[in-house]
Nanobody, 124 residues
Framework: QVQLVQSGGGLVQAGGSPRLSCAAS????????VGWFRQAPGKDREFLGL????????YYADSVKGRSTISRDNPKNTVYLQMNSLRPEDTAVYYC?????????????????WGQGTQVTVSS
């Protein structure tokens, strides 16, 4: 089972565009979809988007479409999430997660491997 190691995040000013990284450890992302989620205090974990590693196709949730970019570096087995024009309400812990293909649900329970999470705090 793939393990995920996250990096990036921290304190960001409103309007900033941080890039979060999610690297595979133990094996490659081949055969997986890699998704991004976030969880704000007191709220449910929210699906942001994913990339099908085999096909390279990318899907974005409507809530972040146009403000987020998911990309990958194949040799580094790393997936990135770049969030643009951040607002204070984007403050949350951001997670990456992996689900075996074919993916059956975008809900968190459909993803079997999770990164450790990274805090993104947007200051106004």
């Amino acid at each position: 089972q793939v393990q995920l190691v996250q990096s990036g995040g921290g304190l960001v000013q409103a309007g900033g565009s941080p890039r979060l990284s999610c690297a595979a450890s133990g094996r490659t992302f081949g055969g997986y979809a890699v998704g991004w989620f976030r969880q704000a205090p007191g709220k449910d974990r929210e699906f942001l988007g994913l990339i099908d590693w085999n096909r390279g196709t990318i899907y974005y949730a409507d809530s972040v479409k146009g403000r987020s970019t998911i990309s990958r570096d194949n040799p580094k087995n790393t997936v990135y999430l770049q969030m643009n024009s951040l607002r204070p309400e984007d403050t949350a812990v951001y997670y990456c997660a992996a689900a075996l293909l074919p993916i059956r649900t975008y809900a968190p329970e459909g993803f079997g491997s999770w990164g450790q999470g990274t805090q993104v705090t947007v200051s106004s």
